[in-house]
């Protein structure tokens, strides 16, 4: 079972060699696998919504939900930026069992944060 995270918390994740880490589904892109690093955690939203994964590093993002990656909304990156690196918007469900995976780059470690997106005031 992977380790559980909270939403809007900053996390510094310790990765395994893609091969020896057990995904939830494969990855959602085709990536380099040789030296290649992996990761898995798990989080549940409070609501239905939007919400962002940002990234310190340009790692492959799947939202596995009952075994189906979801597809993202949208997303945003710059390989010359680091705080964040990329940021992915997904559409969650409340109070369901998420599997968050990394994959498909070969750095060792990653900073990651789950948060939602806040909804504009009219």
Known sequence: QPPSIDLGKLYELSLAPQETVKLATPPGKKSISDGAS??????????????RVALSRGFWIDVVDDGKALASLDFSGSPDCAAPRKVVVFSLKADRSLVLQLSGATETSVKL??????????
Not at 38 to 51: I, S
Not at 113 to 122: H, R
């Open 113 to 122: 944060s789950v948060t939602p997106v806040a909804a504009l005031q009219e």
């Open 38 to 51: 992996a990761g898995v955690v798990r989080f549940t939203v409070p609501k239905d919504g939007q919400y």
